[in-house]
């Protein structure tokens, strides 16, 4: 069983930055790809960015690129997302996922969402 737990959402003015984490547990942290999601009200949801197994290939939203870093630390279990420069566009439920493999789709498991909320 895969546990993924969010934290770090919160509401923000445009401009500013937000630090999310996803703790994992259930499963060999380093053996698979990962990703943030997001969804907004009313919009599918999206692949923010992922990242490889070994965190040596990332993939970006054109929407987030320059503004957004994602990193793993493979030794903790945990994934984070550096926010910055938010806009209020950026508004979402962020889900942490783990991929059943070591590419970068396929994503399996999810966690329950933290909320980001920027203002203008």
């Known amino acids: 069983q895969v546990q993924l737990v969010e934290s770090g959402g919160g509401l923000v003015q445009a401009g500013g930055s937000l630090r999310l984490s996803c703790a994992a547990s259930?499963?060999?942290?380093?053996?698979?790809?990962m990703g943030w999601f997001r969804q907004a009200p009313g919009k599918e949801r999206e692949l923010v960015v992922g990242?490889?197994?070994?965190?040596?290939?990332?993939d970006y939203a054109d929407s987030v690129k320059g503004r957004f870093t994602i990193s793993r630390d493979n030794a903790r279990n945990t994934m984070y997302l550096q926010m910055n420069s938010l806009k209020p566009e950026d508004t979402a439920i962020y889900y942490c996922?783990?991929?059943?493999?070591?590419?970068?789709?396929?994503?399996?498991?999810w966690g329950q969402g933290t909320q980001v909320t920027v203002s203008s």
């Open positions: 996922a783990a991929a059943r493999g070591t590419a970068i789709r396929d994503f399996a498991y």
């Open positions: 259930g499963r060999t942290f380093s053996r698979y790809a």
């Open positions: 990242i490889s197994w070994g965190g040596g290939v990332t």
